[in-house]
Each structure stands twice: as C-alpha cells, then as structure tokens.
C-alpha cells in the first residue's frame, strides 16, 4: 500500500510540473480564440520563450527576468500574427503555420548564436532556477508523527512556476466573465461588426488579445527551460504548444476546462516519465508516444461536439 501511494504522489507531482507549460499556453490560446483569432501558432511561440528564457536566465542569473522576457520574445513573434491576421485579414491558419515554421528555426539561430553553435544550450545553475515551493515544508519529525505527510510533501513540492499557472487561471476566468475587458473580448469573438456599431475598436481588442497569447505562450515555453528542463535543445518543445491547443479546444475555449484539459495530458505525461524512470521494459519510444497517443484519443472522442466563438478564425474588415 506504501508503495502505490509513493508511486500515485510521484506521478501526481510530474504532472502538476508538466501541466504547468501546457496552462500557460493553454489561457494564450483561450484568449486569442476568445477574441476571434485562431492562434495555432503557439509551437513557435513557446520555442522562442524557451530559447529567451535560456538564454536571458545563463547569462543575468535572475530568473524572474528571465522568465519575463520570455514571455516578451514570445509576444514580439504574436504582433507579426496580430498584424496578419487583424490589419491585413489574412488567413489565421496560414499565419498560424508561418509562426511554426518562423519560431522553431529562429529559436535554433539564437541558441547557435548565444551558446557557441551548439544546438543546446547551456544549463541553468540550479541557483539560478526559478524557486521551489514548500520543498521541506513538512519536517522529518511531523512526517515521523504523520506518514502521510511525505506523500503531500512530494506533491505540493512544486516550483513556482505551478501556482503562478494556477492562479493565472483564475485570473483568466475573471477578466473574461466578470470584466468589462472580457465582455468585450467575447463580444469581439462572436460579432466583432455588432460590437464595434457599439463602440468597441475590434481590432485594438483583438490586438491586445493575440499579444496577451503571445506572452503567455512565451511564459510557457520559458517556464520549461527554466525549472522543467533548465535548458534550451531543438526538441524542447515538440508539440507542446498542439497539446495545449489540443487541451483549450478540449475545455470548450474556458480557461477552467482549458486547465483540465492540459492536467490529463500533463498527467499522461507524467505516466509516461514515470514508468520510465522505475524500469517498466516498454519500448522508450512507446512510452514518448503516450502523450500524443492520448491527445489524438481525446480529440476523436470527446471534441466532435465543441463548439468555439461564432467569429474565431473568420479574417474582419471594417466597412469603409
């Protein structure tokens, strides 16, 4: 019984880890979708965060600017998916595509550039690392006096990384349902021509909200160099940014379903890591696939009836 509880706290710690990128992500992607902007470029904006986070947390040593600039990087690639999709009307497929191609190769330049031509980057000193919460929180004589503390400590002991997910998804829910800001950006995903004869500017909300996106990938993806990983390589990313996206259309474009959504697929992922890590003799490239394998599952399954935002992807031109 001790051992499964041990193994059932482990897994459930790697998945809280690895949801973490995922959430982040996940809420760029409700919001964007939310306004009306398709954003499947999240790839190339979580792989641009990584690289920046790498690269700003190796040589600054802080993390927090680093992980700040991360989510900048991210959002300065968005605007070109911004200016796309809402001043020129571009196809946000098409776009979103460009952003996946453009992100991925540009990440790789800057690492070859910053880390001596190596396609990895350095890693980051664990000093350097974003903080961990609660590591040791429950002391040897408490877990001596209760057991099942240790399992709790194992669990909750989380980079902060986790709760800054956690509370963002919060506040993601409250800005889009319980603010005038978030009327507005829902107003512009379903009829962004009513909401502007209402005196909304359709296309600063819809800026506004790709850029948010953008940022928020960027925290993803710089949240994986700098605590999951602690470092930038090419294949860093490699669909995290399609399971995200994955997970948001999962949760019905809703930051709490989106959340749900990347807690399965973090949970898958954690599965596999963990079977792994204790011997399971399953083929590593098996065990690599359960994540993806399990994305496809939910997609066929349980996507077929959901429905997004009446405007999302439907390039809007004002009436001249």
Request: aromatic share 10%.
């Amino acid at each position: 019984m001790n051992d499964f509880l041990l193994n059932l706290a482990n897994i459930l710690s790697i998945t809280l880890l690895y949801s973490a990128p995922l959430i982040y992500t996940a809420l760029g992607g409700v919001i964007s979708e939310n306004a009306g902007v398709v954003n499947i470029g999240l790839e190339g904006m979580m792989s641009i965060g990584a690289i920046v986070g790498s690269i700003v947390g190796f040589y600054s040593g802080n993390p927090w600017l680093a992980f700040l600039c991360g989510g900048l990087g991210a959002m300065a690639l968005a605007l070109i998916h911004a200016i796309a999709t809402v001043s020129l009307a571009a196809d946000h497929v098409v776009s979103g595509i460009a952003i996946n191609l453009l992100g991925p190769g540009l990440a790789l330049f800057l690492c070859r550039l910053f880390f001596d031509g190596a396609a990895m980057s350095k890693p980051i000193p664990y000093e350097n690392k974003l903080p961990m919460l609660f590591k040791g929180f429950f002391t040897a004589e408490r877990m001596a006096k209760f057991p099942f503390l240790k399992y709790l400590d194992i669990i909750f002991s989380q980079y902060i990384i986790v709760y800054i997910a956690l509370i963002l998804v919060f506040l993601t829910w409250l800005i889009l349902y319980k603010t005038r800001l978030g009327l507005r950006i829902r107003s512009c995903g379903e009829h962004p021509r009513a909401a502007e004869t209402l005196g909304i500017n359709a296309y600063k909300i819809k800026y506004i909200s790709v850029l948010a996106s953008g940022f928020l990938a960027g925290l993803g993806g710089a949240s994986m160099s700098l605590s999951v990983v602690s470092s930038y390589r090419e294949t860093l990313i490699s669909g995290q940014g399609f399971i995200a996206l994955a997970a948001m259309i999962f949760g019905g474009w809703t930051p709490q379903g989106a959340m749900l959504g990347c807690l399965l697929f973090g949970a898958s992922q954690g599965l596999s890591i963990f079977l792994g890590s204790v011997g399971v003799k399953i083929d590593t490239n098996i065990l690599s696939m359960i994540p993806y394998i399990i994305t496809l599952v939910v997609l066929v399954l349980f996507v077929k009836g959901s429905k997004g935002p009446s405007a999302d992807g439907k390039p809007y031109e004002r009436n001249n």
